[in-house]
T-cell receptor
Framework: DAKTTQPPSMDCAEGRAANLPCNHS???????VYWYRQIHSQGPQYIIH???NNETNEMASLIITEDRKSSTLILPHATLRDTAVYYC???????????????FGQGTRLTINP | GAVVSQHPSRVICKSGTSVKIECRSL??????MFWYRQFPKQSLMLMAT?????????EQGVEKDKFLINHASLTLSTLTVTSAHPEDSSFYIC????????????FGPGTRLTVL
């Protein structure tokens, strides 16, 4: 799977939009971009994923650049409960042997300040 | 979203004993479940991939005789840490993938194992 690069930490004010960047310059054409987050002492929570087009759900928006070498996760109105480590992961569809697994990097520790 | 549960949430045991952790998909059938381990201040590390009705595939460096995985049904996988030692103390997390359709994995809440 392609490696990803994320800033180790970010701060954001409560109520503002939190924009978390991720670089994945070696991503392959069939690899998806997934975002998970992990609140302290809990299991990771799925947020969103995408291939080429921008995606939006009730939790966040995912913006993928046209060349797919980077993406940004947007939390439109951050709350204190959004404080967590956010992981950006790229992986191919599960039909490929061994491609089902998620490889977690160090992620970005996002702190929402009151 | 899909719900995955783990039991127990926390366990303390003596060195040399075995501990079983259950992972259940509550509202969907999961052909594949995954077991991760997370040490303090570190990221998740995949231990093994478990497919219903077949043997688990272990990651390099993970002892299959020490970490026994059973995936007997489409909604249950178990991880047994045999002859646990203090260095096995960790946060163990499972995830499950839908039987069909999306490749998205959904994670359980984790099990905190402390070996004395």
């Amino acid at each position: 799977d392609a490696k990803t690069t994320q800033p180790p930490s970010m701060d954001c004010a409560e109520g503002r939009a939190a924009n978390l960047p991720c670089n994945h310059s070696t991503i392959s054409g069939n690899e998806y971009v997934y975002w998970y987050r992990q609140i302290h002492s809990q299991g990771p929570q799925y947020i969103i994923h995408g291939l080429k087009n921008n995606e939006t759900n009730e939790m966040a928006s995912l913006i993928i650049t046209e060349d797919r070498k980077s993406s940004t996760l947007i939390l439109p109105h951050a709350t204190l409960r959004d404080t967590a480590v956010y992981y950006c992961i790229v992986r191919a569809p599960g039909v490929i042997q061994g491609a089902q697994k998620l490889v977690f990097g160090q992620g970005t520790r996002l702190t929402i300040n009151p | 979203g899909a719900v995955v549960s783990q039991h127990p949430s926390r366990v303390i045991c003596k060195s040399g004993t075995s501990v079983k952790i259950e992972c259940r998909s509550l509202d969907f059938q999961a052909t594949t479940m995954f077991w991760y381990r997370q040490f303090p201040k570190q990221s998740l590390m995949l231990m093994a991939t478990s497919n219903e009705g077949s043997k688990a595939t272990y990651e390099q460096g993970v002892e299959k005789d020490k970490f026994l995985i059973n995936h007997a049904s489409l909604t249950l996988s178990t991880l047994t840490v045999t002859s646990a030692h203090p260095e096995d103390s960790s946060f163990y997390i499972c995830s499950a993938k839908f039987q069909v359709g999306t490749d998205t994995q959904y994670f359980g809440p984790g099990t905190r194992l402390t070996v004395l």
